[in-house]
T-cell receptor, first 114, second 113 residues
Framework: ETGVTQTPRHLVMGMTNKKSLKCEQH?????MYWYKQSAKKPLELMFVYSLEERVENNSVPSRFSPECPNSSHLFLHLHTLQPEDSALYLCASSQVGGNTGELFFGEGSRLTVL | GESVGLHLPTLSVQEGDNSIINCAYS??????FIWYKQESGKGPQFIIDIRSNMDKRQGQRVTVLLNKTVKHLSLQIAATQPGDSAVYFCAVSPNSGYSTLTFGKGTMLLVSP
């Protein structure tokens, strides 16, 4: 148990569906992240929120829309996805100003786009 | 930008052996280096870190070595156990104040009894 909980763990959706991934952290951290993990590729940073404000967006397609309503919750809204978006989506949290590399990851949401 | 590469996609060892996983990075100004472990079906888990002002750091059964001259990072696992079987990632972070890490692809460590 890492203190970061992601739901759902598995999601299958069609290209025209709209769904959301949810992440909740119980560690009192002030920064949250979405990463994409595809087979045989390094982890790709998608979004960073620090103190609930988006501070980094690595040019992710607009079909991915993040939302951070408070420091404990993070969402990734999905719409009109493509099959190549199938991947493991990992949420992470950290304490800005603390150990900068110590991200705490959730177990991921495995997304399959048909 | 930074690029991070691992030397081997897979490493197979016998239980009890020492394991060494290697990583190379490109940006000589990188300040912070981290190793993560990812077991099947789980998210990455922090193992050990090292800053650029150090050459070596030890944890429980793990040692990280940093060679800034050749931009090389290694993770040594002593007395490898079946429970160490996982994918190991190195990651490099600039001293930006945010946890913006560049990850390598990962080396799968397979430990046989």
């Amino acid at each position: 148990e890492t203190g970061v909980t992601q739901t759902p763990r598995h999601l299958v959706m069609g290209m025209t569906n709209k769904k959301s991934l949810k992440c909740e952290q119980h560690l009192g951290h002030n920064a949250m992240y979405w990463y994409k993990q595809s087979a045989k590729k390094p982890l790709e940073l998608m979004f960073v929120y620090s103190l609930e404000e988006r501070v980094e967006n690595n040019s992710v397609p607009s079909r991915f829309s993040p939302e951070c309503p408070n420091s404990s919750h993070l969402f990734l809204h999905l719409h009109t996805l493509q099959p190549e978006d199938s991947a493991l989506y990992l949420c992470a949290s950290s304490q800005v100003g603390g150990n900068t590399g110590e991200l705490f990851f959730g177990e991921g949401s495995r997304l399959t786009v048909l | 930008g930074e690029s991070v590469g691992l030397h081997l996609p897979t490493l197979s060892v016998q239980e009890g052996d020492n394991s060494i996983i290697n990583c190379a990075y490109s940006n000589s100004a990188s300040d912070y280096f981290i190793w993560y472990k990812q077991e099947s079906g789980k998210g990455p888990q922090f193992i050990i870190d090292i800053r650029s002002n150090m050459d070596k750091r030890q944890g429980q059964r793990v040692t990280v070595l940093l060679n800034k001259t050749v931009k090389h990072l290694s993770l040594q696992i002593a007395a490898t156990q079946p429970g160490d079987s996982a994918v190991y990632f190195c990651a490099v972070s600039p001293n930006s104040g945010y946890s913006t890490l560049t990850f390598g692809k990962g080396t799968m460590l397979l430990v046989s009894p």
